[in-house]
């Protein structure tokens, strides 16, 4: 039996949902065993819907002994000082992208990670997937020769139209370029 991995979600908003149906569905050796978020509410809701044994703050969270990993699901501007707060309190931790709108604090990040002995992920779908990838071959290989500069268009009705929260997309680290 392969060891069980107990989980610690800070965040319970709009993207948590996947990450809590996936978790709980299709990874059997991880433990989802709190959550926390701002919104009391949100958090409560949540383990409610999955089980999750203990809903927290975030620091009730992180002080907790029985996590091993924290699934950093805040908003892009919180990234950085939940990965280091959570490296600080013994717990690797993996977080939605990006790992930090700054990159002297995504260095700093990683170098607390390494003098710990701690592991740091963050989610790569975006630009490990194959219409990234593929771009970058075709860019890499010079099919399309030299590229001098690119144009970019977020073809949608606006963040208000599907997310409960948009705010922080239109503050520092919001948005879909970083995104």
């Known amino acids: 039996m392969e060891e069980r991995l107990n989980l610690g979600i800070v965040g319970c908003g709009n993207i948590s949902g996947i990450y809590f149906t996936n978790l709980t569905t299709l990874f059997p050796w991880v433990r989802i065993e709190a959550c926390s978020e701002l919104i009391e509410a949100r958090s409560r809701a949540k383990a409610d819907a999955f089980n999750v044994p203990k809903c927290y703050t975030t620091e009730e969270l992180l002080a907790d002994d029985t996590i091993d990993i924290v699934l950093n699901l805040t908003t892009p501007v919180d990234h950085a000082a939940i990965n ?25 990040t990683m170098k607390m990670a390494e003098d710990k002995g701690l592991r740091v992920g963050n989610a790569p779908d975006t630009f490990l997937g194959g219409g990234i990838q593929t771009c970058r071959r075709i860019i890499d290989d010079g099919i399309i020769g030299d590229v001098v500069s690119a144009m970019a268009f977020m073809v949608n009705h606006g963040h208000e139209s599907w997310h409960p929260d948009p705010a ?9 370029m970083l995104d």
């Not at 503050?171 to 879909?176: F, H």
């Open 84 to 108: 280091q707060a959570a490296l600080a309190a013994g717990k690797h931790v993996y977080c939605e992208k990006p790992l930090a709108i700054d990159r002297q604090d995504a260095i700093d």
């Open 168 to 176: 922080f997309y239109y503050q520092r680290g919001g948005g879909p």
